[in-house]
T-cell receptor
């Protein structure tokens, strides 16, 4: 099955700095890569996603890059703000396969943005 | 649109009792629902995939006789934790894929905090 590794486990930055979180996946059939933000005790919120036919996607301060050959993808947050502080999870799935697009999550990154 | 609810939001029960958690898609039909478990400071671990009208598909290591899943309609899936024990205490989250949307997006419920005494 799929295995997703996420690094770093914790990340501390100053407000205004950039933050980068990286994930690798093992199953070359995976073709959908979402990123979620989760605050304590809350549901995961989709912040951006990318599909395997695209190498990069950007939404305001958030961007995701995908390298299919190397099987890794990264989340980039620019101009970080204290409200960006949360746990971030990457995930991978084979959206068109027989597994109904089940997600395999990375271990999570605790991002802390200091004012 | 695409709202998923869970009930209850939290539950405390005694060891040995059974607890049922409901997951509803409020404004869309969901052909597939997923159940996850999240222990404190850990990631989401998929427990099972639930398709309407079919038996659930459980992930390796998840006891199907202990975690009963029923997906009787396109808007409701239930997870019953049978004979719950303290080690079953966790945050249980469901997600749903919208039928006919043709995308990969999963919409997550708010989660249910289960505490077994």
């Amino acid at each position: 099955g799929e295995n997703v590794e996420q690094h770093p486990s914790t990340l501390s930055v100053q407000e205004g700095d950039s933050a980068v979180i990286k994930c690798t996946y093992s199953d070359s059939a995976s073709n959908y890569f979402p990123w979620y933000k989760q605050e304590l005790g809350k549901r995961p919120q989709l912040i951006i996603d990318i599909r395997s036919n695209v190498g990069e996607k950007k939404d305001q301060r958030i961007a995701v890059t995908l390298n299919k050959t190397a099987k890794h993808f990264s989340l980039h947050i620019t101009e970080t703000q204290p409200e960006d502080s949360a746990v971030y999870f990457c995930a991978a799935s084979n959206a068109g396969g027989t597994s109904y697009g089940k997600l395999t999550f990375g271990q999570g990154t605790i991002l802390t943005v200091h004012p | 649109g695409a709202v998923v609810s869970q009930h209850p939001s939290w539950v405390i029960c005694k060891s040995g009792t059974s607890v049922k958690i409901e997951c509803r898609s409020l404004d869309f039909q969901a052909t597939t629902m997923f159940w996850y478990r999240q222990f404190p400071k850990q990631s989401l671990m998929l427990m099972a995939t639930s398709n309407e009208g079919s038996k659930a598909t459980y992930e390796q290591g998840v006891e199907k006789d202990k975690f009963l899943i029923n997906h009787a309609s396109l808007t409701l899936s239930t997870l019953t934790v049978t004979s719950a024990h303290p080690e079953d205490s966790s945050f249980y989250i469901c997600s749903a894929k919208r039928w006919g949307e043709g995308t990969d997006t999963q919409y997550f419920g708010p989660g249910t905090r289960l505490t077994v005494l």
